[in-house]
T-cell receptor, first 110, second 111 residues
């Protein structure tokens, strides 16, 4: 069993819909990361969080340390949000031991 | 401020050959991490370099090795290439405690 599990694996939504991607992990962590990967491979770091909630534009990330669970929400989704969203955890404070989920492929249709 | 760059973009090698991939860190970042991402999977941590020293290693064999230079740029070397080494190789730089900034990746194909 993977140490980082994401759901769903694939998600198709209509433009404007509210989207939630979930991440569960089974190890002790220093921080959790949400990453966005577009076709071609480049990865952008969206959030790094160790408690509570963070918001950036239409994106919201939450984490529940006790339940070892995090969610990424996208409000008012848009076709340009189509990408693979990856959850990753740092086991150490300096990120020298990171574990990644397999990613959630999101497609937003106009 | 320039971002993280990687070269080459794409590379094709044959089994048994050796390859060197390069990464230039974002300005001011002294830490670089390398990851391997097979098709359809999440990245896997290879190793991290901090101030020219290896500072953590994932579950990869010794034929995966690295270097970090005084300007904090880095190389990933893979010897005796195997078919399963075909993947996207990503580097990410950070300033130790901060979030990582990823490069665009090098796609390696081993035939």
């Amino acid at each position: 069993k993977n140490e980082v599990e994401q759901s769903p694996q694939n998600l198709t939504a209509q433009e404007g819909e509210f989207i939630t991607i979930n991440c569960s992990y089974s190890v002790g962590i220093s921080a959790l990361h949400w990453l966005q990967q577009h076709p071609g491979g480049g990865i952008v770091s969206l959030f790094m969080l160790s408690s509570g909630k963070k918001k950036h534009g239409r994106l919201i990330a939450t984490i529940n340390i006790q339940e070892k669970h995090s969610s990424l929400h996208i409000t008012a989704s848009h076709p340009r949000d189509s990408a693979v969203y990856i959850c990753a955890v740092s086991l150490t404070y300096n990120n020298n031991d990171m574990r990644f989920g397999a990613g959630t492929r999101l497609t937003v249709k106009p | 401020e320039t971002g993280v760059t990687q070269s080459p973009t794409h590379l094709i090698k044959t089994r048994g050959q050796q390859v060197t991939l390069r990464c230039s860190s974002q300005s001011g970042h002294n830490t670089v991490s390398w990851y391997q991402q097979a098709l359809g999977q999440g990245p896997q941590f290879i190793f991290q370099y901090y101030r020219e020293e290896e500072n953590g290693r994932g579950n990869f064999p010794p034929r995966f090795s690295g270097l970090q230079f005084p300007n904090y740029s880095s190389e990933l070397n893979v010897n005796a290439l195997e078919l399963d080494d075909s993947a996207l190789y990503l580097c990410a730089s950070s300033s130790t405690l901060n979030e990582q900034f990823f490069g665009p990746g090098t796609r390696l194909t081993v035939l």
